[in-house]
């Protein structure tokens, strides 16, 4: 047994026995004593950073002071040094300057995965704002509605016709609001627009006084994240300092190092990219290589160019690549760890065999959440470890404790005895994540009102009067206590790394003339990770006739209204839908029954890009629309 296994024994009072008679009454404290050891390093850093108070800022310009030439960026072959994002992050800040905004105000940036985002969101935290990331996917009602709730008085948009578009649709709702654009000169732009491109050219990089910042507070938003939640439409997540301060650790847990350099494919407007890749990034003093969009094709030829040795992965991005032709450089690189979540157990080992990947780290977490789950074993599948070793240890806190409850699917509510409480899992038992909330720095989850933060939380669990943050997600703790991943619950479902809110596509299609109502839902799709979109569909009693018209017009508002990843993939038209005590429609049997031709009964549609339509599911088609790309 090491020194650091011993200690960990002596600090949970295990003293007395050798680790080899614990080992064999114990066969997963070996498990333990890794996963301890590592979170006990990450957790000392985080510790060091409050009490030193190294915010993201306080740590770019370290890195500035210390590293000024070194590459920070790369992104379509040009390497773009700390020094040189610093100068544009100060040009920002003064430009930001200008629009005299008070401390804290958040400005909405709606830019593509590329240095502009990055030295933008600096810049504005140099002038003491906040940043607002907008998903540059969305489009019509939600596109509004994430801008809206931001409360942000200026917009900045990245480079791209397709994003000055979206927003050009919707300018007669964002009347008073200041818009920047990239990537387009002055004479291009209707007068009402500012090229970003010209006023930074002609902005004298001077750095700002450090009291435009403000008094440290941890409390105080850093940036606002959009999740879609349970209520229907995106709601801005807010991260604070001390969270961005704890996820700019959590790589210390594989030894990331400033030879490091990690490749983000996925967007920067998700905490995955942003609060993981990007500031264990500027933490370390490494180098972050961006691609504007995710490409399987080229995912590997940038890999091996730019050295990377630290990738970061979403479950699907893996399926997508293990799709790829084989070949002979498939495992030619300098990658050493794979960091990421979702990656399901059915491809974990041939993702790992296939390309070499020499380690895998696995992490579980949600944007709002107070809590993280690390597989740092290497378990095939497991998102992480709660063993009763770690909850003495490094989650005796209540604000860093997970647990987990009974759930009952068919009532969507925690199961409670006879007192009213919520009842424990046992290993070998499925359950509710949640998650311990430290007072002393909830400032709320998201920004908006305090019934819809309030709607977060799971009261009388363990008492009456307390409460826990619910991540609304299934676990699967097995005997060793290993977590599982098993599925989400509610109003909300994963498809191509989104969260789709039901209520927000519900509302697309029930403002159809033709729809009296609609019930979305997630569906499986073999091979595929997360649940497809699904529509139940009660046509209006007048006018119940199914016609090629209806399903075109199906078609081109969900085209139009909604983002690729939120678009049914399944129609299911039904006269009358099932629904509860409390007259909600449920949809546990429908999610049961999904596409299943010998299941349902009623018809059933797919999406058909080809003709701009949505077209019969039949036992003729069936498998061959389930193989091909919906």
Not at 222 to 241: D, E
């Amino acid at each position: 047994m090491s020194k650091k296994q011993k200690a960990v024994l002596v600090g949970s009072g295990l003293v007395g026995a050798s680790y080899a008679a614990w080992k064999a009454f114990f066969p997963w404290i070996g498990d333990d004593m890794k996963t301890i050891r590592v979170l006990a390093k990450a957790l000392k850093q985080i510790g060091q950073n409050f009490e030193k108070g190294r915010t993201d800022l306080v740590m770019f310009e370290e890195n500035v002071a210390r590293i000024p030439k070194k590459t920070f960026i790369i992104f379509e072959d040009r390497h773009y040094s700390y020094e040189f994002v610093d100068t544009m992050a100060n040009k920002v800040a003064n430009i930001a300057l200008t629009w005299n905004l008070p401390l804290h105000s958040p400005v909405a940036i709606m830019v593509e995965n590329e240095p502009a985002f990055i030295w933008t969101f600096l810049g504005l935290r140099k002038a003491g704002l906040s940043a607002a990331f907008i998903n540059y996917h969305l489009k019509g009602h939600p596109l509004i509605h994430s801008i809206k709730v931001s409360e942000a008085p200026v917009l900045i948009i990245g480079s791209g016709d397709e994003h000055l578009q979206s927003i050009q649709e919707i300018a007669s709702e964002l009347p008073e609001m200041k818009i920047y654009v990239m990537g387009k000169k002055q004479q291009d732009l209707p007068a009402e627009y500012f090229s970003m491109d010209e006023i930074l050219h002609r902005t004298l990089p001077v750095p700002l006084s450090k009291l435009c910042r403000g008094e440290l507070n941890m409390r105080d938003p850093v940036c606002y994240i959009y999740t879609s939640g349970t209520t229907g439409l995106p709601k801005p997540a807010i991260i604070n300092h001390s969270k961005i301060m704890a996820a700019s650790s959590f790589w210390r847990v594989f030894d990331y190092n400033e030879n490091d350099i990690a490749y983000a494919v996925t967007p920067l407007y998700h905490s995955a990219s942003f609060s993981m890749c990007l500031f264990n990034t500027i933490e370390r003093g490494a180098t972050i290589v961006l691609r504007r969009k995710f490409s399987a094709r080229h995912y590997w030829e940038d890999v091996r160019r730019y050295n990377v040795t630290v990738i970061q992965y979403i479950g699907e991005l893996c399926r997508y690549l293990l799709r790829r032709p084989k070949s002979d450089l498939d495992g030619v690189h300098k990658v050493r760890v794979a960091f990421g979540n979702g990656l399901r157990i059915d491809i974990w080992e041939e993702f790992k065999n296939r390309f070499k990947i020499p380690k895998i780290v696995e992490f579980f977490g949600a944007t709002e959440g107070t809590g993280i789950f690390l597989n740092v074993t290497g378990k095939v599948g497991a998102i992480g470890r709660m063993s009763p070793l770690m909850r003495a240890t490094v989650f005796r806190d209540k604000g860093h404790q997970i647990n987990f409850i009974k759930f009952d699917n068919r009532t969507e509510k925690p199961v409670r005895d006879s007192k009213g409480l919520c009842i424990p899992i046992k290993p070998g038992e499925v359950g509710l994540v949640i998650c311990g909330v430290n007072e002393a720095l909830y400032s709320g989850f998201y920004k908006g009102s305090k019934e819809m933060n309030d709607k977060k939380f799971l009261r009388d669990v363990y008492s009456i009067g307390d409460r826990w943050f619910t991540f609304g997600d299934l676990i699967y703790l097995d005997q060793n206590y290993d977590i599982f991943f098993r599925d989400r619950t509610g109003d909300t479902f994963r498809w191509k790394s989104e969260n789709v809110s039901t209520a927000e596509v519900a509302d697309v299609i029930t403002h159809i003339p033709f729809v009296r109502d609609a019930n979305v839902y997630g569906v499986t799709i073999p091979g595929e990770d997360g649940r497809a979109g699904m529509a139940a569909i009660m046509l209006r009693p007048e006018d119940e006739q199914i016609t090629d018209e209806k399903l075109r017009t199906i078609y081109s508002v969900c085209q139009k209204e909604l983002p690729a990843y939120a678009r049914p993939l399944f129609l299911r038209f039904m006269r009358e839908f099932i629904v509860t005590q409390t007259m909600k429609n449920r949809k546990v049997e429908m999610v049961e029954e999904g596409y299943d031709l010998e299941k349902v009964n009623d018809p059933l549609y797919f999406i058909d890009h080809k003709n701009k339509t949505y077209s019969p599911l039949t036992s003729t088609n069936y498998e061959g629309v389930l193989s091909s790309k919906l």
